[in-house]
């Protein structure tokens, strides 16, 4: 089985940045493509971020694009999620994701993904 832990989320005011991890385990984790979710109250999981396994291919909503960077470092089964220049409406939990293994290109659904984290917070406040 695969575990994802997420960590690095919090409380910063608008335009700050944080950077978020998601720490992966098990035996047959191998270098999926994973992606960034986030859900904020009343409001469905959206997909913030995607990249495919090796890294050479990214997505980003719209709503991120120009402030947030997806990387990966496989060596260490290690994703990361840059967040700069936050806004109040970047308020959410954000969500890792990991498919099963090592499909090629990037999932933008959650019905693509098999692995979720339990989340972090990422608060912005005006």
């Known amino acids: 089985q695969v575990q994802l832990v997420e960590s690095g989320g919090g409380l910063v005011q608008a335009g700050g940045s944080l950077r978020l991890s998601c720490a992966a385990s098990?035996?047959?984790?191998?270098?999926?493509?994973m992606g960034w979710f986030r859900q904020a109250p009343g409001k469905e999981r959206e997909i913030v971020a995607a990249?495919?396994?090796?890294?050479?291919?990214?997505y980003y909503a719209e709503s991120v694009k120009g402030r947030f960077t997806i990387s990966r470092d496989n060596a260490k089964n290690t994703l990361y999620l840059q967040m700069n220049s936050l806004k109040p409406e970047d308020t959410a939990v954000y969500y890792c994701?990991?498919?099963?293994?090592?499909?090629?290109?990037?999932?933008?659904?959650?019905?693509?993904?098999?692995?979720w984290g339990q989340g972090t917070q990422v608060t912005v406040s005006s």
């Open positions: 098990g035996r047959t984790f191998g270098s999926p493509a």
């Open positions: 994701a990991a498919r099963k293994g090592r499909t090629p290109g990037i999932a933008l659904l959650t019905t693509a993904y098999d692995y």
């Open positions: 990249i495919n396994w090796s890294g050479g291919s990214t």
